[in-house]
C-alpha cells in the first residue's frame, strides 16, 4: 500500500485541500506512525505538524516515543513538537476514567497546538478496528442510535483518515517499508476496558460466534449511519417547533409534538436541552416524554445546573429559574392569596389568574362542577386564603381531620401546584378548598335548604380534580 490510497479515501471524503496545514497527532505506535508518512506523501502537499501528546503516565517509555517521533518528523519533512498533560490528576479531580481524562486532555491540546500552528486540521488515526471497539463499549455502557453510528470521518476541525483500513494493513505497510514503531505497554493493560474489549471480548466473538463480527460490525454501523442521518434531517425539519421564549427560555408546543414520531420527540426535547446546555439523561427525557400524555401542569423535572422542565397547559417549558447553578425546589416565588370575601358574587384572584364564583342557590337536582355548602351554616364575610403549613381540615366523607398540604398531595396535586389551590374560611374554619373539597362541617345532608355554590377557575389547572 502506498501513499496513494490515503489520498483516494481523502479525495473521496473531502478531508484536505492541496496544502492544508495539518496537526497529526502521533504516538509512536503504528497506526499514528503509518498516518503521518501517508499523509506527508498523499501528494497533497500538506504541512504536517507531527505532535507528541505525553500524558504522564508511562514514565519509561515516553522518551523514546518522543525520540522515535522526532526522528519520524524529521524524515518525512514534517515538523514536531510535543505536550505534557496531567492525566492522572484530571482524573482525580473531575471523577473521571483514566482514560476519559487522557482523551479529553489529549484533545485540548492537540487543538491548542492547531490554533498555536494556524492549522486548519487536527488528523488522528483511528482506524476500521478502533470503530469495532468503540461500537462494543458503547453498547455496553449505554448509549443511544447516533453513538452506535460510531466515529465520522470528519468531525469539526478533528478528521480520521485511516477509519475505513484495518489496523492490519497498516502493519503490513510499515513492515514493507522497514518503518519502525513504538509498543504502548499500557495496550495490554485489562485493567481498562477498552483492553479487555479487543483483548479479550473481540477474540470470543471471533472464535466462538462469528469469525466475519468485525465485518457485521461495520456493516450495521454503516446501515445505522444512514438512519441516523435520515432521522437528524427529520429532526431538523421539526426543530422550528421550538419556542424561543427569551433569555435561557425555550418551550415545545404540546399539541404538534404528540402529533409526530415518538423517536423525533425524543430528539427534539434532546435538543432543546442542548441548545440550554444541558445534556439530559435516557431516564429524564423518558420522564418528559411520559408528560406530554396529559399528565397534567405543574408537572416537573429537574434536568441539572438549575434548569428546569414544567409542563403547563399547552406546552414543555424549559428554563433556569434561579440562573445557572444548581438548587433544590423548583425555583418558582411563592404566591400569596388573603381575599376578602364579603359575599355572593364573583371574584377575579389576580395573583394567579383565577376567578372565585359564589352564588346561593336551592339543591341542584344534578350536579356540575361546581362544589356545594350548605348555606345556612355559613355567614359571610369569608377570606380566601394560601394554605398556611399544618393546616388541617375535614374532608367531607372521609371522617377525621387531615393536613391541607398531605391532602392535595394525595389527590396528585404537585407542591408546585399548590398555590392554585388556597382555603375558603370562615374565621378560623376552613370552610373548603376551592375546586377540590367541601369541609365535613359544611356538607350538604337531608336537611338543607340553600346551598353556596362554589365555582372555582384558573389558566393552570383544567379539570378540578376534586370532589364533585
Same mark, same amino acid.
Given at each position: 500500500?502506498?501513499?496513494?490510497?490515503?489520498?483516494?479515501?481523502?479525495?473521496?471524503?473531502?478531508?484536505?485541500?492541496?496544502?492544508?496545514?495539518?496537526?497529526?497527532?502521533?504516538?509512536?505506535?503504528?497506526?499514528?506512525?503509518?498516518?503521518?508518512?501517508?499523509?506527508?506523501?498523499?501528494?497533497?502537499?500538506?504541512?504536517?505538524?507531527?505532535?507528541?501528546?505525553?500524558?504522564?503516565?508511562?514514565?519509561?517509555?515516553?522518551?523514546?516515543?518522543?525520540?522515535?517521533?522526532?526522528?519520524?518528523?524529521?524524515?518525512?519533512?514534517?515538523?514536531?513538537?510535543?505536550?505534557?498533560?496531567?492525566?492522572?490528576?484530571?482524573?482525580?479531580?473531575?471523577?473521571?476514567?483514566?482514560?476519559?481524562?487522557?482523551?479529553?486532555?489529549?484533545?485540548?491540546?492537540?487543538?491548542?497546538?492547531?490554533?498555536?500552528?494556524?492549522?486548519?486540521?487536527?488528523?488522528?488515526?483511528?482506524?476500521?478496528?478502533?470503530?469495532?471497539?468503540?461500537?462494543?463499549?458503547?453498547?455496553?455502557?449505554?448509549?443511544?442510535?447516533?453513538?452506535?453510528?460510531?466515529?465520522?470521518?470528519?468531525?469539526? &476541525?478533528?478528521?480520521?483518515?485511516? @477509519?475505513? /483500513?484495518?489496523?492490519?494493513?497498516? #502493519? %503490513?505497510? $510499515?513492515?514493507?517499508?522497514?518503518? =519502525?514503531?513504538?509498543?504502548?505497554?499500557?495496550?495490554?493493560?485489562?485493567?481498562?476496558?477498552?483492553?479487555?474489549?479487543?483483548?479479550?471480548?473481540?477474540?470470543?466473538?471471533?472464535?466462538?460466534?462469528?469469525?466475519?463480527?468485525?465485518?457485521?460490525?461495520?456493516?450495521?454501523?454503516?446501515?445505522?449511519?444512514?438512519?441516523?442521518?435520515?432521522?437528524? &434531517?427529520?429532526?431538523?425539519?421539526? @426543530?422550528? /417547533?421550538?419556542?424561543?421564549?427569551? #433569555? %435561557?427560555? $425555550?418551550?415545545?408546543?404540546?399539541? =404538534?409534538?404528540?402529533?409526530?414520531?415518538?423517536?423525533?420527540?425524543?430528539?427534539?426535547?434532546?435538543?432543546?436541552?442542548?441548545?440550554?446546555?444541558?445534556?439530559?439523561?435516557?431516564?429524564?427525557?423518558?420522564?418528559?416524554?411520559?408528560?406530554?400524555?396529559?399528565?397534567?401542569?405543574?408537572?416537573?423535572?429537574?434536568?441539572?445546573?438549575?434548569?428546569?422542565?414544567?409542563?403547563?397547559?399547552?406546552?414543555?417549558?424549559?428554563?433556569?429559574?434561579?440562573?445557572?447553578?444548581?438548587?433544590?425546589?423548583?425555583?418558582?416565588?411563592?404566591?400569596?392569596?388573603?381575599?376578602?370575601?364579603?359575599?355572593?358574587?364573583?371574584?377575579?384572584?389576580?395573583?394567579?389568574?383565577?376567578?372565585?364564583?359564589?352564588?346561593?342557590?336551592?339543591?341542584?337536582?344534578?350536579?356540575?362542577?361546581?362544589?356545594?355548602?350548605?348555606?345556612?351554616?355559613?355567614?359571610?364575610?369569608?377570606?380566601?386564603?394560601?394554605?398556611?403549613?399544618?393546616?388541617?381540615?375535614?374532608?367531607?366523607?372521609?371522617?377525621?381531620?387531615?393536613?391541607?398540604?398531605?391532602?392535595?398531595?394525595?389527590?396528585?396535586?404537585?407542591?408546585?401546584?399548590?398555590?392554585?389551590?388556597?382555603?375558603?374560611?370562615?374565621?378560623?374554619?376552613?370552610?373548603?378548598?376551592?375546586?377540590?373539597?367541601?369541609?365535613?362541617?359544611?356538607?350538604?345532608?337531608?336537611?338543607?335548604?340553600?346551598?353556596?355554590?362554589?365555582?372555582?377557575?384558573?389558566?393552570?389547572?383544567?379539570?378540578?380534580?376534586?370532589?364533585?
Amino acid at each position: 500500500m502506498t501513499g496513494k490510497i490515503i489520498s483516494q479515501i481523502i479525495i473521496r471524503n473531502k478531508l484536505f485541500k492541496a496544502k492544508d496545514k495539518v496537526v497529526v497527532g502521533v504516538s509512536g505506535g503504528p497506526d499514528s506512525t503509518a498516518l503521518l508518512v501517508l499523509l506527508t506523501e498523499s501528494g497533497l502537499d500538506l504541512d504536517c505538524i507531527a505532535a507528541y501528546i505525553d500524558h504522564g503516565l508511562r514514565p519509561g517509555e515516553t522518551e523514546a516515543e518522543q525520540q522515535m517521533v522526532a526522528g519520524l518528523a524529521l524524515k518525512t519533512g514534517a515538523r514536531f513538537c510535543c505536550r505534557a498533560v496531567p492525566a492522572r490528576d484530571y482524573a482525580t479531580a473531575h471523577g473521571l476514567s483514566l482514560e476519559e481524562a487522557a482523551r479529553i486532555l489529549r484533545y485540548q491540546a492537540l487543538e491548542a497546538i492547531r490554533l498555536e500552528y494556524d492549522a486548519a486540521l487536527i488528523a488522528v488515526a483511528h482506524t476500521a478496528d478502533d470503530q469495532v471497539e468503540e461500537f462494543l463499549l458503547r453498547v455496553v455502557r449505554g448509549c443511544g442510535k447516533k453513538g452506535l453510528t460510531g466515529m465520522r470521518s470528519r468531525h469539526g &476541525r478533528i478528521i480520521r483518515p485511516l @477509519l475505513e /483500513l484495518r489496523k492490519q494493513t497498516l #502493519l %503490513d505497510f $510499515l513492515g514493507a517499508r522497514g518503518i =519502525p514503531f513504538c509498543v504502548d505497554s499500557s495496550n495490554l493493560d485489562r485493567r481498562f476496558l477498552r483492553n479487555r474489549v479487543r483483548l479479550d471480548l473481540l477474540p470470543t466473538l471471533e472464535q466462538q460466534l462469528n469469525p466475519s463480527v468485525r465485518r457485521t460490525i461495520l456493516q450495521t454501523m454503516e446501515i445505522l449511519q444512514g438512519e441516523e442521518d435520515l432521522l437528524t &434531517r427529520l429532526t431538523e425539519e421539526a @426543530l422550528p /417547533l421550538i419556542e424561543n421564549k427569551g #433569555l %435561557d427560555h $425555550l418551550a415545545i408546543p404540546i399539541a =404538534p409534538l404528540r402529533a409526530i414520531h415518538p423517536a423525533i420527540r425524543r430528539r427534539i426535547i434532546e435538543r432543546c436541552c442542548w441548545t440550554l446546555d444541558a445534556r439530559p439523561t435516557f431516564r429524564q427525557i423518558d420522564h418528559i416524554l411520559s408528560l406530554i400524555d396529559g399528565e397534567g401542569p405543574g408537572r416537573e423535572v429537574h434536568l441539572g445546573g438549575g434548569l428546569r422542565m414544567r409542563t403547563t397547559t399547552d406546552s414543555l417549558d424549559f428554563r433556569y429559574p434561579m440562573g445557572r447553578k444548581a438548587f433544590r425546589g423548583s425555583g418558582m416565588a411563592a404566591v400569596k392569596i388573603d381575599t376578602l370575601i364579603p359575599g355572593p358574587g364573583v371574584y377575579p384572584i389576580a395573583e394567579i389568574g383565577a376567578v372565585l364564583e359564589l352564588s346561593l342557590e336551592e339543591i341542584p337536582s344534578g350536579r356540575d362542577d361546581r362544589l356545594y355548602a350548605d348555606a345556612d351554616r355559613i355567614s359571610f364575610p369569608l377570606r380566601l386564603h394560601s394554605v398556611v403549613a399544618g393546616q388541617r381540615f375535614r374532608p367531607s366523607g372521609r371522617g377525621g381531620s387531615r393536613k391541607v398540604n398531605r391532602f392535595l398531595n394525595d389527590r396528585g396535586i404537585s407542591s408546585e401546584m399548590r398555590h392554585y389551590y388556597p382555603v375558603l374560611m370562615m374565621q378560623e374554619q376552613v370552610v373548603a378548598l376551592p375546586g377540590v373539597a367541601v369541609d365535613e362541617s359544611f356538607r350538604l345532608d337531608p336537611d338543607s335548604r340553600i346551598v353556596l355554590a362554589i365555582a372555582w377557575r384558573h389558566p393552570q389547572a383544567g379539570d378540578d380534580p376534586g370532589d364533585r
